[in-house]
């Protein structure tokens, strides 16, 4: 089972890579100049279709272009604009911001084209419930040089069918109700099954009826939740506007330039942060990923590149709008650096576990050695880390010798009373220093303190935690309330346009 993983890990990696990402990007550009600028007939054309002057309730298809483009954008207005973004702007830094406004541009272009070829091959066999997407194109495009060829065209489609039906399991609904369980049970101790749960009844009830349902409950779920989001957001830059445009100096220094390490930001390069701000855009508007041109070929219209404009907008709104948004909250608010909560009340350091690149963490630390928290109590499945540095060395991404040391409180039995209550203790994981990863020749590594003495402890926020610990720090409550409301939102949207997506595949395959 083990090599199993590292297999999915290899070819996440390779999929993943630098390559992918730089060759979407170069699509992204190629369309852009191939149209002369069709984000400007996103912007005015489209906007125009989306209002409904060129609805006609006699041509094919099963919804209007506000409900294609609802659906479309109920897929990709997700978990990646809150706990996406926050990724990466905590690992990449802010020049990250830059590079996601660049791909959500040039992604305009990329999102335009594959719609309107989906739209002119898709298969309106049933004008009331037609299909569309990549296996369609491909398909009916190789179909025309031949019988062979046509043979060729299905299973390229049906390659892609299955990793739609891959992504509609993982990145489709496992990493929405993740970050929506792990949120609910930090706030209010819901359990992560029950979540799912709930999620999962939300969802059905939607597909279960079809495009015409889920186009009219995302028609009017997507307007609301990104209002919501929106109103919050732009509350808490208000707040910060004095801050606005240094932040924005800020995001293109770090955008061509390193990003220096200051506090639980541990520093970041510009190869870095462009990696790190393509990867998470591309990832939450899904421009060239073939996803949304499934939804948006189920608009009724008899002009394929009317509803290819129409499409154009996802970037906008998803990347854009929304994800800068989030961006700048992060950023004002002081989150993506943030100082410690305060010292560790012991002590705590690295030893070398045997030959290699491995150490393991010694400290007699418990949770009652941790610093007060302002907003919270530490708890069972809290996670934590405190920084290093190691001397001599230069990580390769980062640009910086920092490192994060994790640990998470886990809760212990007592074998003698086995009705009393768990003692809380800290699990540090262990910590292995690539020299794959790294620059230079190891030398001494070095807990970082704070002043007075300590190591300075940080509490560990993953993906939309960040964002609702960044509305928190500008006004207490409103990460809890509010971003777990628009989490939940996002997840289920996204949860039930994806779902369509892979019943889409499967019935290709």
Same mark, same amino acid.
């Given at each position: 089972?083990?090599?199993?993983?590292?297999?999915?890990?290899?070819?996440?990696?390779?999929?993943?890579?630098?390559?992918?990402?730089?060759?979407?990007?170069?699509?992204?550009?190629?369309?852009?100049?191939?149209?002369?600028?069709?984000?400007?007939? =996103?912007?005015?054309?489209?906007?125009?279709?989306? @209002?409904?002057?060129?609805?006609?309730?006699?041509?094919?298809?099963?919804?209007?272009?506000?409900?294609?483009?609802?659906?479309?954008?109920?897929?990709?207005?997700?978990?990646?604009?809150?706990?996406?973004?926050?990724?990466?702007?905590?690992?990449?830094?802010?020049?990250?911001?830059?590079?996601?406004?660049?791909?959500?541009?040039?992604?305009?272009?990329?999102?335009?084209?594959?719609?309107?070829?989906?739209?002119?091959?898709?298969?309106?066999?049933?004008?009331?419930?037609?299909?569309?997407?990549?296996?369609?194109?491909?398909?009916?495009?190789?179909?025309?040089?031949?019988?062979?060829?046509?043979?060729?065209?299905?299973?390229?489609?049906?390659?892609?069918?299955?990793?739609?039906?891959?992504?509609?399991?993982?990145?489709?609904?496992?990493?929405?109700?993740?970050? #929506?369980?792990?949120?609910?049970?930090?706030?209010?101790?819901?359990?992560?099954?029950?979540?799912?749960?709930?999620?999962?009844?939300?969802?059905?009830? #939607?597909?279960?009826?079809?495009?015409?349902?889920?186009?009219?409950?995302?028609?009017?779920?997507?307007?609301?939740?990104?209002?919501?989001?929106?109103?919050?957001?732009?509350?808490?830059?208000? =707040?910060?506007?004095?801050?606005?445009?240094?932040?924005?100096?800020?995001?293109?220094?770090?955008?061509?330039?390193?990003?220096?390490?200051?506090?639980?930001?541990?520093?970041?390069?510009?190869?870095?942060?462009?990696?790190?701000?393509?990867?998470?855009?591309?990832?939450?508007?899904?421009?060239?990923?073939?996803?949304?041109?499934?939804?948006?070929?189920?608009?009724?219209?008899?002009?394929?590149?009317?509803?290819? =404009?129409?499409?154009?907008?996802?970037?906008?709104?998803?990347?854009?709008?929304?994800?800068?948004?989030?961006?700048?909250?992060?950023?004002?608010?002081?989150?993506?650096?943030?100082?410690?909560?305060?010292?560790?009340?012991?002590?705590?350091?690295?030893?070398?576990?045997?030959?290699?690149?491995?150490?393991?963490?010694?400290?007699?630390?418990?949770?009652?050695?941790?610093?007060?928290? @302002?907003?919270?109590?530490?708890?069972?499945?809290?996670?934590?880390?405190?920084?290093?540095?190691?001397?001599?060395?230069?990580?390769?991404?980062?640009?910086?010798?920092?490192?994060?040391?994790?640990?998470?409180?886990?809760?212990?039995?007592?074998?003698?009373?086995?009705?009393?209550?768990?003692?809380?203790?800290?699990?540090?994981?262990? #910590?292995?220093?690539?020299?794959?990863?790294?620059?230079?020749?190891?030398?001494?590594? @070095?807990?970082?303190? =704070?002043?007075?003495?300590?190591?300075?402890?940080?509490?560990?926020?993953?993906?939309?935690?960040?964002?609702?610990?960044?509305?928190?720090?500008?006004?207490?409550?409103?990460?809890?309330?509010?971003?777990?409301?628009?989490?939940?939102?996002?997840?289920?949207?996204?949860?039930?346009?994806?779902?369509?997506?892979?019943?889409?595949?499967?019935?290709?395959?």
């Amino acid at each position: 089972m083990e090599h199993f993983w590292e297999f999915i890990e290899l070819i996440g990696e390779w999929i993943w890579s630098t390559p992918t990402f730089v060759g979407l990007l170069g699509a992204g550009v190629l369309f852009t100049v191939w149209t002369r600028f069709t984000q400007y007939r =996103v912007m005015t054309h489209g906007l125009a279709v989306v @209002r409904g002057i060129y609805d006609d309730p006699d041509d094919p298809g099963a919804i209007n272009h506000f409900q294609a483009l609802s659906a479309a954008l109920s897929a990709t207005v997700g978990l990646g604009n809150i706990g996406g973004v926050a990724v990466a702007i905590s690992v990449g830094g802010p020049g990250a911001l830059f590079w996601m406004w660049v791909v959500g541009f040039f992604g305009m272009a990329l999102k335009t084209i594959e719609i309107t070829l989906a739209m002119i091959y898709r298969d309106t066999t049933d004008p009331d419930n037609p299909s569309g997407g990549a296996m369609h194109v491909v398909k009916q495009v190789l179909a025309k040089k031949g019988s062979g060829w046509a043979v060729f065209g299905s299973i390229i489609g049906g390659f892609f069918c299955i990793t739609l039906i891959i992504s509609t399991i993982t990145g489709g609904n496992m990493f929405q109700a993740w970050n #929506v369980a792990g949120l609910t049970e930090g706030y209010f101790g819901v359990p992560k099954v029950a979540t799912g749960i709930i999620l999962a009844m939300l969802v059905g009830l #939607v597909i279960i009826g079809g495009i015409k349902r889920i186009g009219t409950v995302a028609s009017k779920l997507v307007p609301l939740m990104c209002l919501l989001y929106l109103i919050a957001g732009f509350a808490v830059l208000v =707040v910060n506007a004095d801050q606005i445009p240094g932040l924005l100096k800020l995001v293109f220094d770090s955008a061509f330039g390193t990003a220096e390490a200051e506090g639980a930001f541990i520093g970041g390069t510009l190869g870095y942060a462009f990696v790190v701000g393509m990867k998470r855009a591309l990832f939450s508007n899904e421009a060239g990923q073939g996803s949304a041109p499934i939804a948006h070929a189920a608009a009724k219209t008899a002009e394929p590149a009317r509803e290819g =404009v129409v499409g154009g907008l996802g970037p906008f709104i998803d990347t854009i709008c929304i994800c800068t948004l989030t961006a700048m909250v992060i950023l004002s608010t002081g989150t993506w650096n943030r100082d410690s909560i305060g010292p560790l009340a012991t002590e705590i350091s690295l030893a070398a576990a045997g030959e290699g690149d491995e150490y393991i963490v010694v400290t007699a630390a418990t949770v009652s050695h941790l610093p007060e928290q @302002r907003l919270d109590q530490w708890s069972h499945g809290d996670k934590l880390f405190v920084l290093a540095e190691a001397q001599g060395m230069t990580h390769r991404s980062t640009g910086s010798n920092r490192f994060k040391i994790t640990g998470v409180i886990d809760e212990v039995p007592d074998p003698e009373h086995p009705d009393a209550a768990v003692t809380l203790v800290i699990s540090w994981g262990d #910590v292995e220093l690539k020299s794959s990863d790294w620059d230079g020749i190891p030398g001494d590594i @070095r807990i970082l303190e =704070v002043e007075g003495g300590g190591a300075g402890i940080y509490r560990e926020y993953e993906g939309a935690q960040l964002t609702a610990f960044a509305f928190d720090r500008a006004f207490e409550g409103l990460g809890k309330w509010l971003v777990t409301l628009a989490a939940w939102l996002f997840a289920i949207s996204t949860m039930i346009s994806w779902s369509y997506y892979g019943e889409k595949g499967v019935a290709f395959l």
